[in-house]
């Protein structure tokens, strides 16, 4: 089996805390691994070691077999890989095509001195959020004046644009209600049909069984297990979180 990132026998600590221990996470290309857990099991401290943005205590990470040492989440990102937090990044105070090129801007050159190229930059804004289905009226419009689902949209459609392998989701749909949810959860299938490999976190068990190809469960810290989807269903899963146990049944 191929995996597009693999991070074996990870373990961390802050302190006294022991965060992450000796837990090994593998990701199929062009798959939604849901990575599900209660508060305190290890979900964030292991995405944001994916990320750069924490360093780990021991263990490997490879990306497409090959080894890597992820210094820092700009390093992370110039590899492919780009996560989407639950505060989102997006700076209220600009428009919908600046929080998308956001340090990534497009530049042309005016006489001897560059400039942005905002045509270019409302151009390629548009046309990627259409391939999600993103419906935006104005791409000048204040990110203030959005919606939640919204702005969750403009989110995943950033690092969708920009995320070459990996796209890792951090509770996408927490703050949002009923319908701006379901939009969410079709971006992301949608993500998946261009070719993305995504790492979605989330303590709904509906939106994980409605995207997700497989389970990974930790639990404490420690990985408990992972399942398919068609082997499994959610009380074996909310088990499987709750007390640590691997149901055996005959799904």
Not at 25 to 36: H, K, S
Not at 171 to 182: D, F, H, W, Y
Request: a positive charge; hydrophobic letters at 45%; glycine letters at 8%.
């Amino acid at each position: 089996m191929a995996f597009i990132v693999e991070a074996r026998n990870i373990c961390k600590r802050f302190g006294k805390v022991e965060a992450l221990d000796n837990v090994t996470l593998q990701l199929e290309e062009n798959e939604i691994l849901a990575v599900l857990g209660d508060n305190g099991a290890g979900k964030s401290t292991l995405i944001k070691i994916l990320a750069g943005a924490v360093k780990k205590d021991s263990g490997e990470i490879f990306l497409e077999g090959k080894k890597i040492d992820i210094e820092d989440p700009m390093h992370a990102k110039n590899l492919g890989i780009e996560v989407v937090y639950q505060d989102l990044a997006l700076i209220n105070c600009l428009n919908v095509y600046q929080n998308l090129f956001l340090a990534r801007e497009i530049q042309k050159k005016f006489g001897f001195i560059k400039v942005l190229d905002k045509k270019a930059m409302e151009k390629q804004s548009n046309e990627k959020l259409a391939e999600l289905g993103v419906s935006i009226k104005n791409i000048r419009a204040w990110v203030s004046k959005l919606s939640g689902g919204q702005r969750q949209s403009i989110a995943v459609a950033k690092a969708a644009s920009f995320g070459k392998k990996i796209v890792i989701l951090d509770e996408p749909t927490a703050a949002l209600g009923v319908k701006e949810s379901r939009h969410v959860l079709e971006i992301v299938k949608k993500l998946k049909a261009q070719g993305a490999s995504i790492i979605i976190i989330t303590h709904n068990m509906e939106h994980a069984f409605t995207v997700a190809d497989r389970f990974f469960v930790l639990r404490l810290g420690r990985k408990v297990g992972i399942k398919e989807k068609l082997e499994t269903n959610i009380d074996e899963i909310v088990k499987m979180i709750t007390s640590g146990a691997i149901v055996q049944n005959n799904i």
